[in-house]
Each structure stands twice: as structure tokens, then as C-alpha cells.
């Protein structure tokens, strides 16, 4: 397993870092999407390695400061397989579901199904839901959460799950069919990390309270612990070829925790918006139909820190955009993935933050995003940088998967 940072020397390396960051109201005002190559004592980066030990630190230390908050570091994760079924769909994969923990008095189950006819470890997706695992699979051993849940997901009474909602969103994460394409798939539900809730902080991985450890990072930090389980499965999963992937303000976190992971070989951020795939700046020609900075905030008061709220009536101050974040990618692939109805999501925007993030890419001879435009409807852009735009609404759909196993085919080789 990869080294992670204790607790001690996250808060270190953190403290002595603040000293160094202006109050947003002394940053200056940059219309223009941040150039990811240039530091921010004004000195360009030329080469790999002035990125690699530079910019790259800066910009994480800089996301964690002004937005996200600290990114939890890891706990020593245990795992206990509470339920396993090795003929799920037909006799095509095996089932499988987890409780992890990487804290005291803190657990979350996983749900991961491999399939069963592959030679060797398979390429995973991996990433968080809505709904709980229950509302994914027939299976009835599967657990209902039986914590806080949002009051619009199938099943929910009075925020709580119930059996009414297994198997009601099969179509949502189309786990048979990925199994029948070659590819594993873990997911858990972001609830049992982090209620999505202003007014109750249950079941976080707590860190001090002014390092500000925010909803999304919480999330991301999940999926961390969730690919530390998977690079224990050798001979079902390969570590070389997981993909982080998840829709809405989880596309948020799946791009969030790809950034600050170098084992996630790949990011699949779904409609992911303000915060997300899209710029903080207003960027693009529906920008005035987009979520902004200020709307988010008001909104979601506890997905970001306090500092990025100083932002909310000028985020051309913030010293970076999320070009920048998807530049904490580079080399690894990323795909952007939206729907034409979507404004509120800034789709176009999304488009021009791949843009501003090429120059990494090409800096470290990855390729970058070979697209001069938004494709039409339907078309995926399958290069480094990725793009795919389909019809329809704020919502994640088959013909999604279908671009995410076609990029995937592409990058991780097809089964």
C-alpha cells in the first residue's frame, strides 16, 4: 500500500503552509481561467519535474486552503465481508459486500461485484451513490442503511431506507452490464461517510476544526479507503486500472479524490458542475444559467470550507480554477461527461476548463484534449482529456455508462 500521511504530519505540513496564503479579499482579480503552469510567485514551470515537486504541492495546498479543506489522510483500513454471492447475475459475477473502517467507531460498506469469466485482475469503477447499496442489487442480504438518507430516493420514509426501495436503481450504476462488458464496480453510499446535511455533522472522519474538513473531501477521502481495499484483491481487481467515477455533486468527489490519488488511474466526473468539472469563474456563453459560486455556497454551506465562501462575490479572486484540479490528474485520463439540458451544470464551461487544462498534459507528453469544440450530441472525444455530451437532463444514464466503458476500453485496453 502507498504511503499516506499521518494525522501529525498532515496538520504540520498544513499550519506552516497558512502562513503563506493571502486573505482572498488581497488576491487579484483574474477573469481568465488561472494558467496551471505558472506559480504563484509569478515563475512559469518549464519541465516535469518543476511540476512534480513545485506546482503540484502548491496547488494542492491551495485547493485545501481556499475550498475544499484538508483532505483526511488515511487510518489503518480493516475489512469484514458481511455477505457474498458468488453467481450473482445468472452465475456471471461475484457479489460481494464490505464493512471498512479506518477510524474508531467509524465503518461504511462496500459493494463490489467482479466478473467471473476474466482472465486475470479487471479494471474497476469505483465511487459513491445516493440511494445505498440495497437500491442497486436484487439481493435481499445486502444492507439497508439504516442511517439519515435523502427524502427523494426510492423506498425513503421519513429519511430513512426501507425495503420498498431494493433493486429500484439497477439502472442508475448498471452493474450487470459492466460485468458483462469486463469491468468490476465498488460503490457505497456517501451517507454512511458524511449525512449531506448543513445542520448534522454524523458519522465524519473529524479532523480539528480549524483545518475545516468539508462534506466533499469527506466523501473523497471514502473513496480513498475504498481503493485501499481494492488493491488487496489480487487476481480480481487490477490496482493499475481503477477509475473514479460518480454523478453530481459525486462527480465533484470522484474528480476531488482522482486529484489527491495517484493510485485512481482514471476520473469520470458525471455532470459534476460549479465546484466539480465546471469553472468557479463565469466561463462560457450560458454561464449566466449556471450554478455560481455564491448560489453553491448558499446552498450547501458544508461541501466547501469557510474560506471559499469569501469567494461567493468574486471568484476571479480564487487563485485557481478547476482546470487546475483536473491538472493534479496529469498524465491520467479524465473524462467530462454532461447533458445537453444540463445548463446548470455549464456543460460549455466544462468544455473550456479541459481546454485550460491541456498545457500540463502536453507538458508531461500525455496528450491532452484533442477537440477544437463541444462534439455533437452523442460523440465521444476519447483522448487523454475526454468529453462527452449526450441529450436529456441532470441525470446518470446507460448511454453514460456507455461512454464510460468506451473510454475506458480505450485507456485501460478492451476486454
Same mark, same amino acid.
Given at each position: 500500500?502507498?504511503?499516506?500521511?499521518?494525522?501529525?504530519?498532515?496538520?504540520?505540513?498544513?499550519?506552516?503552509?497558512?502562513?503563506?496564503?493571502?486573505?482572498?479579499?488581497?488576491?487579484?482579480?483574474? !477573469?481568465?481561467?488561472?494558467?496551471?503552469?505558472?506559480?504563484?510567485?509569478?515563475?512559469?514551470?518549464?519541465?516535469? #519535474?518543476?511540476?512534480?515537486?513545485?506546482?503540484?504541492?502548491?496547488?494542492?495546498?491551495?485547493?485545501?486552503?481556499?475550498?475544499?479543506?484538508?483532505?483526511?489522510?488515511?487510518?489503518?483500513?480493516?475489512?469484514?465481508?458481511?455477505?457474498?454471492?458468488?453467481?450473482?447475475?445468472?452465475?456471471?459475477?461475484?457479489?460481494? &459486500?464490505?464493512?471498512?473502517?479506518?477510524? !474508531?467507531?467509524?465503518?461504511?460498506?462496500?459493494?463490489?461485484?467482479?466478473?467471473?469469466?476474466? #482472465?486475470?485482475?479487471?479494471?474497476?469503477?469505483?465511487?459513491?451513490?445516493?440511494?445505498?447499496?440495497?437500491?442497486?442489487?436484487?439481493?435481499?442480504?445486502?444492507?439497508?442503511?439504516?442511517?439519515?438518507?435523502?427524502?427523494?430516493?426510492?423506498?425513503?420514509?421519513?429519511?430513512?431506507?426501507?425495503? &420498498?426501495?431494493?433493486?429500484?436503481?439497477?439502472?442508475?450504476?448498471?452493474?450487470?452490464?459492466?460485468? &458483462?462488458?469486463?469491468?468490476?464496480?465498488?460503490?457505497?453510499?456517501?451517507?454512511?461517510?458524511?449525512?449531506?446535511?448543513?445542520?448534522?455533522?454524523?458519522?465524519?472522519?473529524?479532523? !480539528?476544526?480549524?483545518?475545516?474538513?468539508?462534506?466533499?473531501?469527506?466523501?473523497?477521502?471514502?473513496?480513498?479507503?475504498?481503493?485501499?481495499?481494492?488493491?488487496?484483491?489480487?487476481?480480481?481487481?487490477?490496482?493499475?486500472?481503477?477509475?473514479?467515477?460518480?454523478?453530481?455533486?459525486?462527480?465533484?468527489?470522484?474528480?476531488?479524490?482522482?486529484?489527491?490519488?495517484?493510485?485512481?488511474?482514471?476520473?469520470?466526473?458525471?455532470?459534476?458542475?460549479?465546484?466539480?468539472?465546471?469553472?468557479?469563474?463565469?466561463?462560457?456563453?450560458?454561464?449566466?444559467?449556471?450554478?455560481?459560486?455564491?448560489?453553491?455556497?448558499?446552498?450547501?454551506?458544508?461541501?466547501?470550507?469557510?474560506?471559499?465562501? &469569501?469567494?461567493?462575490?468574486?471568484?476571479?479572486?480564487?487563485?485557481?480554477?478547476?482546470?487546475?484540479?483536473?491538472?493534479?490528474?496529469?498524465?491520467?485520463?479524465?473524462?467530462?461527461?454532461?447533458?445537453?439540458?444540463?445548463?446548470?451544470?455549464?456543460?460549455?464551461?466544462?468544455?473550456?476548463?479541459?481546454?485550460?487544462?491541456?498545457?500540463?498534459?502536453?507538458?508531461?507528453?500525455?496528450?491532452?484534449?484533442?477537440?477544437?469544440?463541444? !462534439?455533437?450530441?452523442?460523440?465521444?472525444?476519447?483522448?487523454?482529456?475526454?468529453?462527452?455530451?449526450?441529450?436529456?437532463?441532470?441525470?446518470?444514464?446507460?448511454?453514460?455508462?456507455?461512454?464510460?466503458?468506451?473510454?475506458?476500453? #480505450?485507456?485501460?485496453? #478492451?476486454?
Amino acid at each position: 500500500m502507498r504511503f499516506h500521511l499521518t494525522f501529525a504530519s498532515t496538520l504540520m505540513l498544513l499550519s506552516t503552509a497558512q502562513a503563506d496564503f493571502p486573505a482572498p479579499k488581497s488576491l487579484p482579480s483574474r !477573469p481568465e481561467l488561472p494558467d496551471p503552469l505558472v506559480m504563484s510567485d509569478g515563475s512559469r514551470v518549464s519541465n516535469a #519535474k518543476e511540476w512534480t515537486e513545485k506546482r503540484r504541492p502548491e496547488l494542492k495546498a491551495l485547493f485545501q486552503h481556499y475550498m475544499y479543506g484538508t483532505i483526511p489522510p488515511a487510518g489503518r483500513v480493516t475489512a469484514k465481508v458481511l455477505h457474498e454471492d458468488a453467481k450473482a447475475f445468472g452465475g456471471r459475477a461475484t457479489l460481494r &459486500e464490505v464493512a471498512l473502517s479506518a477510524l !474508531p467507531g467509524h465503518e461504511f460498506r462496500l459493494l463490489i461485484v467482479v466478473p467471473n469469466a476474466r #482472465k486475470g485482475p479487471v479494471p474497476c469503477f469505483v465511487g459513491p451513490n445516493f440511494s445505498g447499496n440495497h437500491t442497486l442489487v436484487d439481493d435481499p442480504d445486502v444492507v439497508i442503511p439504516s442511517g439519515w438518507m435523502y427524502p427523494s430516493r426510492p423506498g425513503v420514509k421519513d429519511n430513512k431506507a426501507t425495503e &420498498e426501495g431494493r433493486g429500484k436503481q439497477k439502472d442508475v450504476w448498471s452493474l450487470e452490464q459492466s460485468v &458483462e462488458r469486463g469491468y468490476a464496480v465498488a460503490t457505497f453510499y456517501n451517507g454512511d461517510i458524511d449525512p449531506d446535511r448543513a445542520d448534522v455533522r454524523g458519522g465524519r472522519p473529524l479532523l !480539528p476544526k480549524d483545518l475545516e474538513t468539508a462534506t466533499i473531501a469527506c466523501w473523497a477521502w471514502g473513496i480513498h479507503r475504498a481503493v485501499d481495499y481494492l488493491t488487496t484483491l489480487k487476481g480480481e481487481v487490477d490496482p493499475k486500472r481503477i477509475a473514479a467515477v460518480g454523478h453530481s455533486r459525486l462527480g465533484k468527489t470522484a474528480l476531488l479524490a482522482a486529484a489527491f490519488d495517484e493510485r485512481i488511474a482514471m476520473a469520470i466526473p458525471l455532470q459534476a458542475g460549479t465546484g466539480g468539472s465546471a469553472p468557479s469563474r463565469p466561463i462560457g456563453s450560458n454561464a449566466d444559467k449556471a450554478e455560481s459560486v455564491k448560489r453553491i455556497n448558499t446552498s450547501f454551506p458544508h461541501w466547501f470550507n469557510a474560506a471559499f465562501k &469569501e469567494f461567493n462575490d468574486d471568484p476571479t479572486r480564487l487563485p485557481f480554477d478547476q482546470n487546475c484540479l483536473v491538472a493534479l490528474c496529469a498524465p491520467r485520463p479524465v473524462l467530462f461527461s454532461n447533458a445537453e439540458e444540463d445548463l446548470w451544470a455549464n456543460p460549455e464551461g466544462q468544455f473550456e476548463v479541459l481546454r485550460a487544462a491541456d498545457p500540463v498534459y502536453r507538458l508531461l507528453g500525455a496528450g491532452g484534449l484533442e477537440a477544437k469544440a463541444v !462534439p455533437p450530441l452523442g460523440k465521444l472525444v476519447d483522448s487523454r482529456l475526454g468529453y462527452f455530451i449526450r441529450a436529456g437532463k441532470h441525470s446518470m444514464t446507460r448511454e453514460d455508462w456507455e461512454a464510460f466503458w468506451a473510454f475506458a476500453d #480505450k485507456h485501460f485496453g #478492451k476486454r
